[in-house]
């Protein structure tokens, strides 16, 4: 009785790793793939078409908006963002993230959000200077410029550099001289 034990063991672990093991093959389709294959590349396509069809450039704005959201996104997603290079030439990179497939999908069909990327709290605030529904070109204009701003301020923001010299003759200042 007692040698049968260890027997029967062995066969249920094997019997559990040869059940699991045909359930993972069976469903491996519908586990390890992506759900939306053909559909997410129409999606895109539709939404380039529909913004003049200048592919590269809507791929290089797709990718400039995921890399500089400030939605909250997935952790996937985030470690999908991280991934991307700064000249992303596969579509399918970007499509691989929630976030941006999403905003494809309502892009394609003309009901894209122009504050999808934007975190709620910046949302009020953009809205007061573009409005509650402005293009996606105005949009990205107004980050461009926020954006642009707030290099412009960083670089307000480091330390003097004292250590300038300068040579030859000084520069004539009349005004310095009428005050003066």
């Given at each position: 009785m007692n040698k049968s034990i260890p027997i029967v063991a062995v066969i249920a672990c094997l019997a559990l790793v040869a059940g699991g093991g045909t359930g993972m093959y069976l469903l491996r389709d519908r586990l390890f793939t992506d759900p939306k294959p053909a559909s997410d590349r129409a999606?895109?396509?539709?939404?380039?078409?529909?913004?003049?069809?200048?592919?590269p450039a809507v791929r290089d704005e797709l990718n400039e908006l995921i890399c500089t959201a400030s939605a909250p996104l997935e952790a996937t997603d985030r470690v999908r963002r991280r991934s991307l290079t700064r000249d992303?030439?596969?579509?399918?990179?970007?499509?691989?993230?929630?976030?941006?497939?999403?905003?494809?999908?309502?892009?394609?069909?003309?009901e894209a959000d122009p504050y999808h990327f934007v975190a709620p709290d910046q949302r009020a605030r953009l809205i007061e200077l573009a409005g509650e529904r402005p293009s996606p070109e105005e949009v990205l204009g107004?980050?461009?410029?926020?954006?642009r701003i707030g290099a412009e301020f960083d670089v307000m923001r480091q330390p003097p550099d004292w250590t300038v010299t300068v040579e030859g003759e000084p520069v004539a200042m009349p005004f310095l001289d009428l005050l003066r």
């Open positions: 999606a895109y396509n539709a939404m380039v078409d529909r913004l003049g069809g200048d592919e992303c030439l596969d579509p399918g990179m970007l499509l691989d993230i929630e976030h941006v497939w999403a905003f494809v999908g309502a892009a394609a069909r003309g107004v980050r461009r410029a926020l954006a």
